[in-house]
């Protein structure tokens, strides 16, 4: 859809927060980014293409920085707005 008024847009507000978390490849020492890993599972590393388990993060805590950055709205930099 293109914009064909030439108002410009305002800043859109983060709606959703999510916990990007980097875990070391064990045999190349590749950082791989995992989204919010909850339960035991097995990575495939992206650059040696090696498969590893990692350990999972607490869903409790993830819930609480959810709450505590109200989904990521609490987030924004005050100054920008």
């Given at each position: 859809?293109?914009?064909?008024?030439?108002?410009?847009?305002?800043?859109?507000?983060?709606?959703?927060?999510?916990?990007?978390?980097?875990?070391?490849c064990p045999f190349c020492?590749?950082?791989?980014?995992?989204?919010?890993?909850?339960?035991?599972?097995?990575?495939?590393?992206?650059?040696?293409?090696?498969?590893?388990?990692?350990?999972?993060?607490?869903?409790?805590?993830?819930?609480?920085?959810?709450?505590?950055?109200?989904?990521?709205?609490?987030?924004?930099?005050?100054?920008?707005?």
């Amino acid at each position: 859809m293109s914009n064909e008024s030439n108002k410009p847009l305002a800043p859109v507000k983060p709606i959703a927060l999510e916990l990007l978390l980097f875990y070391p490849c064990p045999f190349c020492d590749h950082k791989m980014p995992m989204l919010n890993p909850v339960k035991p599972t097995v990575a495939r590393c992206d650059s040696c293409l090696n498969a590893f388990p990692v350990v999972p993060v607490d869903a409790r805590t993830l819930s609480f920085l959810k709450v505590m950055l109200d989904n990521g709205r609490a987030s924004i930099d005050p100054d920008f707005m």
